[in-house]
């Protein structure tokens, strides 16, 4: 998710394209990162410049709408300030208008460092901890869960390709820009998990309960979240995560147009640590039936019960899975593989170890595949012969 702040995808050498930039857009996101707006022609345009010493001398001319024939000449010459400008900002507001996106703001109270510089372990830490955060959130759109493990991981995290991230100075501020067109759904659910998170931890203060953290689980809290949100905690007096909308996209269904931020400090640690063991204890196994191809095959007797690694194919959003099987299943497992075959299986996910593990296998037959799936199963295991006959045992 960590694409470079720089190059948004639609943003050209040249910059966002004058013809498809919206007046009251630009002027939004000025806004947002705290431009200063000046009087200009009433009804015409304003003028715009940037905050701190770092824009002395840029000043952009910005119309009001499109409606007087030198718009979209203004808007060219207002984008082209942006471009040359050092103001830090003014690279917030290109990416904003090149790709229509929600921005997560994460910030930690920490000490600065020599002369303001930021520690290696404090970037590295803020960025992890809003990752996590981002990605237990994309968890949440796909199902709810108080622990997901590796299940959905894969899927979570290509929803987030698109996002990028812009710098943070002083390890201290990070901004995440989120596409409206793919990824909204991970901002809202992330909004609405903060907040049940907020008010599960002063619950869990106020009464010694932990019923709020249950019932947050719906709004999209859960172990990983809660580990995200104690990762960017730890270490600090305090942090806030924020969430602005994209000016472009308009406000989602029932939020408040400018979200206030949520605020976690050292003082919640205790209960979101506490929800998270509870997430990952209550969590239960899921029964399902998988369909996986086997990719490693190991026993310790030449007879008997094995062991085979599966990569899962359909059934369950995980990559691979181990299954315990007794000896009839195994040597169908064995056969099937020789043969380029995937195996079906019953069984139980169990939560401990992440939903890495199938318990209580039944019912394991071989699968028909096309022929393109099966030619490249029996390279894989051409590949790895003398470990699977090794594996297998003989007589």
Not at 75 to 103: F, Q, Y
């Given at each position: 998710m960590h694409r470079p702040f720089d190059k948004p995808q639609g943003y050209g050498a040249a910059g966002p394209d004058p013809a498809q930039v919206d007046p009251a857009v630009l002027g939004a996101l000025l806004h947002r990162h705290g431009w200063l707006r000046h009087g200009g022609a009433t009804g015409r345009y304003t003028r715009w410049t940037p905050p701190g010493p770092a824009g002395r001398g840029t000043?952009?001319?910005?119309?009001?709408?499109?409606?007087?024939?030198?718009?979209?000449?203004?808007?060219?010459?207002?984008?082209?300030?942006?471009?040359?400008?050092?103001?830090?900002?003014?690279?917030?507001?290109?990416?904003?208008?090149?790709?229509?996106?929600?921005?997560?703001?994460?910030?930690?109270?920490?000490?600065?460092?020599?002369?303001?510089?930021?520690?290696?372990?404090?970037?590295?830490?803020?960025?992890?901890?809003?990752?996590?955060?981002?990605?237990?959130?994309?968890?949440?759109?796909?199902?709810?869960?108080?622990?997901?493990?590796?299940?959905?991981?894969?899927?979570?995290?290509?929803?987030?390709?698109g996002v990028l991230v812009g710098p943070a100075p002083g390890g201290r501020e990070l901004t995440a820009f989120v596409p409206v067109a793919d990824s909204r759904p991970a901002v809202l659910r992330l909004h609405h998990a903060l907040h049940a998170a907020r008010e599960a931890a002063d619950y869990r203060r106020a009464t010694g309960g932990?019923?709020?953290?249950?019932?947050?689980?719906?709004?999209?809290?859960?172990?990983?979240?809660?580990?995200?949100?104690?990762?960017?905690?730890?270490?600090?007096?305090?942090?806030?995560?924020?969430?602005?909308?994209?000016?472009?996209?308009?406000?989602?269904?029932?939020?408040?147009?400018r979200p206030e931020p949520v605020e976690f400090s050292p003082g919640d640690l205790p209960a979101l640590c506490e929800a998270g063991e509870r997430y990952r204890r209550d969590e239960p196994a899921v029964p399902v039936r998988l369909t996986g191809a086997v990719v490693r095959m190991r026993r310790s007797a030449p007879r008997g019960s094995g062991t085979v690694r599966l990569r899962v194919l359909a059934g369950a959003e995980i990559p691979h899975v181990r299954v315990e099987l007794d000896e009839e299943a195994y040597r169908i497992a064995g056969h099937a593989h020789l043969v380029g075959l995937p195996i079906r299986v019953h069984g139980r996910l169990e939560s401990r170890g992440g939903f890495r593990r199938l318990t209580g296998a039944s019912e394991v037959v071989p699968v028909q595949v096309d022929e393109a799936e099966r030619d490249r199963l029996l390279k894989a295991l051409q590949e790895n012969l003398d470990f699977f006959e090794e594996a297998c045992g003989t007589d």
């Open positions: 000043s952009l001319l910005v119309p009001d709408s499109r409606a007087f024939p030198d718009s979209e000449d203004l808007l060219g010459e207002a984008l082209a300030a942006l471009a040359h400008s050092p103001a830090p900002s003014a690279r917030a507001v290109l990416v904003g208008l090149a790709v229509p996106s929600d921005e997560i703001r994460w910030w930690r109270d920490i000490p600065p460092g020599p002369s303001g510089a930021a520690s290696w372990t404090a970037q590295e830490q803020l960025r992890s901890a809003a990752h996590r955060m981002l990605l237990a959130a994309a968890l949440a759109v796909r199902a709810r869960a108080g622990y997901y493990g590796v299940r959905h991981r894969r899927q979570a995290q290509a929803s987030l390709e932990m019923e709020a953290f249950d019932a947050a689980v719906q709004a999209g809290v859960s172990r990983e979240l809660t580990q995200a949100v104690v990762a960017l905690v730890r270490g600090t007096e305090g942090t806030r995560i924020a969430v602005e909308w994209s000016p472009a996209a308009g406000v989602p269904s029932g939020c408040a147009g």
